[in-house]
């Protein structure tokens, strides 16, 4: 048995691991023989994945086994090399057929970033179609692997999820969950903001939850929104018209749906790329409804938030300075 163990490590001449070899093709159906590789296999994943890899490759290499085809395997080295490619390969894959012999593929994950004042838009492996608003960043595969889809948001998108029952899709934002089967609906969750805010305009979503030593599961139908505030740990639900929702990316369209000044001012530095500075703090927690719809700018957008004149918004270079009058 260190015989074996040697040859699989790559530790003999080319002399001894081409007798090794005749021994093992003439050995084939020995009981004794098949219990050894296995007891060898398991000890060197137990002490390290990548070894196991390594030495899958390697005796597969030195034993002429083309582990992408299955007929050419049994051509070349017979019986045996393919159940032993079988035995090396399991602690890799998993239960595997012997029909599959392929190592399991890595995935590639990409990242993505859209810069302030811009928006982008993004057609994922399986025809999901993403539109990513100012400031967001996606972190996702370039081909989805396995029994779920999984994507990494920070930010806001605006999502049409292809349709599979057999692979569910996953947002995962922080302490966010999402999960969908195919589904339109609009998502925001900045680190930088208290407000994380979802809008359903087709299908169903469930979302988790868990902070605060808490774990909640909500589940969604379309024209309803859920708003949950990181900093108290509220969870508000409203009501809107799915068919008139106006998503950002349709003619640069903002909503703010109750919220807080500050996550207001955060949101339209992200949009227009200007700094917005609130100098008074009681400033901050006012909350607001408010709708735009036509392509309106920034100074039209803050005259139409203070509807009520009581602020004052001193424009120095790049930056506003908002206050009370």
């Known amino acids: 048995m260190d015989i074996l163990r040697k040859y699989f490590s790559g530790q003999l001449s080319s002399q001894e691991e081409e007798q090794v070899q005749d021994w093992l093709l003439d050995h084939a159906e020995d009981q004794e023989v098949v219990h050894a590789l296995n007891a060898i296999m398991a000890e060197m994943e137990s002490e390290n994945h990548q070894m196991s890899a390594e030495a899958f490759a390697s005796v597969c290499s030195r034993l002429g086994i083309d582990t992408k085809r299955r007929s050419r395997i049994l051509r070349k080295v017979g019986r045996w090399a393919f159940r032993a490619a079988v035995c090396l390969v399991l602690p ?52 989805f692997i396995g029994k779920e889809r999984r994507i990494f948001v920070e930010g806001e998108i605006y999502a049409d999820v292809a349709k599979d029952e057999d692979r569910p899709f996953y947002i995962v934002s922080d302490d966010i969950n999402v999960k969908v089967l195919g589904t339109t609906f609009n998502f925001k969750s900045y680190d930088d903001a208290e407000c994380v805010e979802l809008l359903l305009l087709d299908g169903a979503v469930e979302m988790d939850i868990n902070s605060k030593g808490r774990s909640r599961q909500i589940m969604l139908s379309p024209g309803e929104m859920l708003q949950y505030d990181r900093e108290t740990g509220d969870i508000d639900f409203k009501q809107f018209n799915p068919f008139s929702f106006r998503a950002f990316h349709e003619n640069k369209s903002i909503h703010f749906f109750n919220l807080r000044l500050s996550d207001i001012m955060e949101d339209l530095e992200r949009l227009f790329g200007t700094k917005l500075v609130l100098l008074d703090e ?40 908002i206050s009370k009058k």
């Open 92 to 143: 890799l894959m998993g239960a595997v057929g012997y029909h599959l012999l392929m190592p399991e593929p890595q995935v590639e994950w990409v990242e993505i970033k859209v810069p302030h004042g811009q928006t982008d838009e993004l057609f994922l492996s399986d025809g999901t179609h993403l539109h990513l608003n100012a400031g967001s960043r996606v972190t996702y595969p370039l081909q």
């Open 282 to 321: 009681s400033l901050a927690d006012t909350r607001y409804f408010a709708l735009f719809t036509n392509n309106e700018s920034l100074d039209q957008i803050l005259k139409g938030i203070d509807i009520d004149g009581k602020m004052r918004f001193v424009r120095k270079g790049e930056v506003i300075y």
